[in-house]
C-alpha cells in the first residue's frame, strides 16, 4: 500500500484546512486509515480515525469538535477537514494505514504517507 498525503499549507488562526490521503496497492486489506501529527520537538501523536468500511470514527480529545475525518472508498481517499485552527496544531501531519483495528496506536499501523505540514500563524 502507498499513502499519498496532500493539502497542507499556511492559515492564518481560525482558519481552515483539509488534507486528503490517497492510498494505492492493495487497498483491499485497508480495515482502518488514521491521522498522526508531530510537531517540532514533540512525539507523535494521534489525531483521528477511520473504518474504511462502515465509517466508524474515533478521536483524540484535542480534535473533537474541531476536526472530521471522512473517507470516498472510490476514490481510496481518506480526508481530514480541520476547523477554527490553532498555532498549537501546526505539525507534519501524517496518515496511516492498518489491516487491524488499530485506533490511535500508532505502532499498529503497517503503512505510512510521506507527511504534509500544515502551519499555522499570523
Known amino acids: 500500500v502507498q499513502l499519498q498525503a496532500s493539502g497542507g499549507g499556511l492559515v492564518r488562526p481560525g482558519g481552515s484546512l483539509r488534507l486528503s490521503c490517497a492510498a494505492s496497492?492493495?487497498?483491499?486489506?485497508?480495515?482502518?486509515m488514521g491521522w498522526f501529527r508531530q510537531a517540532p520537538g514533540k512525539e507523535r501523536e494521534f489525531v483521528a480515525v477511520?473504518?474504511?468500511?462502515?465509517?466508524?470514527?474515533f478521536y483524540a480529545d484535542f480534535a473533537k469538535g474541531r476536526f472530521t475525518i471522512s473517507r470516498d472508498n472510490t476514490k481510496n481517499t481518506v480526508y481530514l477537514q480541520m476547523n477554527t485552527l490553532k498555532p498549537e496544531d501546526t505539525a507534519l501531519y501524517y496518515c496511516?494505514?492498518?489491516?487491524?483495528?488499530?485506533?490511535?496506536?500508532?505502532?499498529?499501523?503497517?503503512?505510512w504517507g510521506q507527511g504534509t505540514l500544515v502551519t499555522v500563524s499570523s
Open positions: 496511516a494505514s492498518a489491516r487491524t483495528d488499530a485506533a490511535y496506536i500508532a505502532t499498529l499501523y503497517d503503512y
Open positions: 496497492g492493495r487497498t483491499s486489506r485497508i480495515y482502518v
Open positions: 477511520i473504518a474504511v468500511n462502515g465509517g466508524s470514527t
